[in-house]
Structure formats: C-alpha cells, structure tokens
C-alpha cells in the first residue's frame, strides 16, 4: 500500500487540528482512493501542500527589514511569530552566548544558502520571473551578513532584526558551507545578471582571502571570530577536521577561483582538493551523523565535482556523492516515520525562559527541551530526502520517491514552527527537477 493504516488514519484526523478544509478534503479522497487500488492525482496535492510551505516561509519566517530566515516561530499569531528574537542589546553584549544558540539567529546563512539553491531549482523547473525578486531577497540577506560587520571574508549567522546591524561573532564552518555553495548556485543561474555576479565575486573572494590569511598552523587552521579570536568549539576550523568536514575548505577556493579565475585561488583549491578527497574517502561505512552533515557534505562535492577536470578525481567526487547519497536514503523511511510520533504542531519557546543551561565550551546555552526533538525531526526529514536527489545519477525507487510524498503530506504547514519546511521545499523541487513529481 502506499499508505499505511497508521498514516492513513493520521490524515483522517487532520483536520481537527486546523488543516484547511481543502486540503482536509483532498487528503480524504487520497486516502479513499489509495484503499480502493485506484491512482489519484498525488502530483497536485503535493504541489499545494508546497505552495503553502512556500507562503508560510516567507511570511512567517523571513523578516524584510534584513532579508533573512529565522530559525524557528514561537506563536502563530500575525506578528509576534519571531517575538523570541534577540534585542539588540541583548546580541551587543552577546547574550546568550558568542554564537546566538538557540536564539532563533543561529542558521540564517544555512538557510539563506539553501533558498538561494532551492529558487534556482524553482526557476529551472518553472521559469516563472517573479523568482527573480525573490531570490534578490535572499542574496539581499547574505550581502548583509557578510558585510554589515565590517569585518571583510566573516560571513555572519544572521543580523538583528531590531537594529538591522548587530550580530553574534562567532560564525561557523557550516554557515559558510551553505552560504558559498548557494551563491556559486545562483552565480551560474539565469535568474543572476552582471550586477551580482560581481557583487557575488566580492563577497566570495573576500571569504577565500579570509581563509587564506587566517586558516593556517599557527591558528589551528581556525577562521575566527568577527573579533579576531579563535573559536573555543572548534566550528570554525576548517583543516585537519573530520573526514565528513574535509571538502569544505577546497571547496571554497574553488567556489573563488571559479568565479574570478584568480590564480592564487585556484593554487590552494588544487593543494587541498586532493588530500581532501582522500580523507573524505576514510569515512567509515558504519558512521553514523546527524543530517546537516550529509546534506553539507553532499553540497561540497557537487561544487568540487562540476569543476573538476581529472577524470579520476571527478570519479572519486561522483563517488563520494553516491555514497553520500545512499546513506542519506537508508535513513529518510526511519525520519520519515518518525514524523508520525511527534505533535509537529508546537511552537518553539522564548529561550530566556529556558529551564535547562549547559555550557559548551565557554559558551552558556539555553535548552529547548522537548521542543528540539520536534524542530529536528522535521528538518531532518527535508535534509535526508534532498541529499540523494542531489546524485543525478543515482536511482530513486519508487518506494523511496513515497518516502518524500508521505513526508509532504505528514505535514500542516500552517501549523509548523520549524524553519526545517525549507528542506522540504528543496527536496521537493529538487525532484521535481528531476523529473520525479
């Protein structure tokens, strides 16, 4: 069956919890049809679960006066939905800790990173124009974060939305991953004319030349703080890393040397890519990570593989995505489940009022207690199922392309606080870029 019983009645109960009448009436017939063995019109119901996704990102989650996404909602009602979000004050004396965990300001370059990449999937499969101001938007928010510092390469998490200028000082490896990836994304889209391409040169070089000046021996091959200041965690080290890390860095100067042909970043693109390679190769099969990691990874290997020329580095990169991809696919049925025990509906807290503190590092940071478990799973469900379509190579079952559907219409997106509903826009284009939808 495609559906199971308990996902089945899952559905039938939907709109008791706020479904839209609509969508409560279409996920009805699709249940009734499947019982019956007949084949109903998923492809448009699934595209209107997306539509909604799409509305609530931008009017929930993103905030015009910065051009960014935030993490995660802690009400429903118009206008107080982001009301967590740090003071600027609060991000001036850097409270509650250096890199504003569990503040709501914590992804904004992962996000803005993965919409960058998920419009021009967009536009590839729509054409539609009006995705040209949209992701304007998006590159609006990531210019800002990388220049509203003054700190030139320091790509920031996110910005205050109170004063459009404070920001937290510690960044992270992470950040930057998503954050070049989508901009080399969006530098060889249509949707990018001369304007900023050349505003995305700046913006990359300048990251490059920050990892040259700074990520060597003497640091801990660390990239700073907006501060000067080594990393206390460790998320800002960009060499000598663990193997599922190692891309990062080539990756970056590649990004660079791509998009300037600058001699000097194509020189350290080569003189890292291959010991790179090789570390990344050493991942043991039985390891096991959170999803962001695979999503990451599988981005690094896709800038380093379009522009490698060696055609037995190529194949390493290609297989390194296969692999990746394939052990994102052994774990969506397990996130995709997962779904199905958690009331998907509650809001994230007001993390002032955080019961539980732990410190990491030299870093207090506030817990969000059940919460997490909820914000994550809905995440990871998105970020498992957008790794293996990013293999153009790699076949999809059609169990595993189910995996998605069921992961799509588990969800009330009216009813979902966690910024996690961008991966589920990026696997969903991505497969419809690939003509799977």
């Known amino acids: 069956p495609i559906f199971s019983l308990k996902e089945t009645d899952f559905m039938k109960k939907r709109f008791t919890r706020g479904l839209s009448l609509s969508v409560y009436f279409a996920l009805l017939c699709l249940c009734s049809l499947t019982a019956q063995g007949a084949e109903p019109d998923r492809n448009a119901l699934l595209k209107q679960q997306i539509d909604q996704a799409w509305e609530v990102t931008w009017t929930r989650f993103y905030r015009p006066e910065t051009h960014l996404f935030y993490d995660y909602l802690s009400s429903y009602e118009p206008g107080k939905e982001l009301g967590h979000l740090p003071t600027a004050a609060e991000v001036q004396r850097q409270f509650p800790n250096p890199c504003g965990y569990s503040t709501g300001m914590e992804d904004g370059m992962i996000l803005g990173g993965a ?86 040169r700046t913006i990359l070089s300048a990251v490059a030349d920050r990892m040259i000046a700074n990520v060597t021996a003497e640091t801990n091959y660390d990239f700073l703080r907006a501060d000067g200041k080594r990393c206390p965690l460790g998320i800002c080290r960009m060499w000598n890393v663990r193997p599922h890390e190692a891309a990062r860095l080539p990756m970056i100067y590649a990004a660079a040397w791509d998009v300037t042909g600058e001699e000097k970043y ?172």
Not at 130 to 135: E, S
Not at 175 to 198: F, I, M, N
Request: charge should be neutral; include cysteine.
């Open 115 to 200: 919409m960058l990449s998920t419009i021009v999937d967009m536009y590839d499969v729509t054409g539609k124009e009006t995705l040209k101001t949209d992701i304007d938007n998006v590159f609006q928010g990531i210019k800002l974060c990388a220049t509203v510092h003054g700190v030139p390469g320091f790509i920031a998490r996110a910005v205050c939305v109170e004063d459009g200028k404070s920001v937290y000082i510690n960044s992270s490896r992470d950040q930057y991953t998503h954050c070049v990836h989508g901009l080399w994304r969006y530098y060889h889209s249509p949707l990018c004319d001369a304007e900023t391409k050349q505003e995305i």
């Open 266 to 437: 194509r020189k350290q693109y080569r003189h890292y890519l291959t010991p790179a390679i090789r570390q990344s190769q050493s991942m043991k099969p039985d390891e096991h990570h959170s999803a962001y990691v695979y999503v990451q990874m599988q981005c690094s290997f896709e800038l380093l593989h379009q522009l490698e020329q060696d055609p037995e580095l190529k194949a390493d990169l290609q297989g390194l995505m296969k692999r990746t991809g394939n052990k994102a696919l052994s774990k969506i049925s397990h996130a995709r489940k997962a779904l199905y025990d958690l009331d998907l509906t509650v809001l994230g807290p007001d993390w002032r009022a955080a019961e539980k503190w732990i410190t990491q590092g030299e870093y207090r940071n506030p817990q969000w207690g059940d919460y997490r478990r909820v914000w994550h799973a809905i995440r990871e469900a998105g970020e498992l199922s957008l790794v293996p379509l990013m293999v153009t190579d790699l076949s999809i079952t059609d169990a595993q392309k189910q995996d998605l559907e069921k992961i799509i219409l588990r969800m009330d997106y009216e009813q979902t606080s966690s910024c996690g509903i961008i991966y589920h826009l990026a696997a969903y284009w991505k497969a419809r870029k690939r003509g799977l939808f």
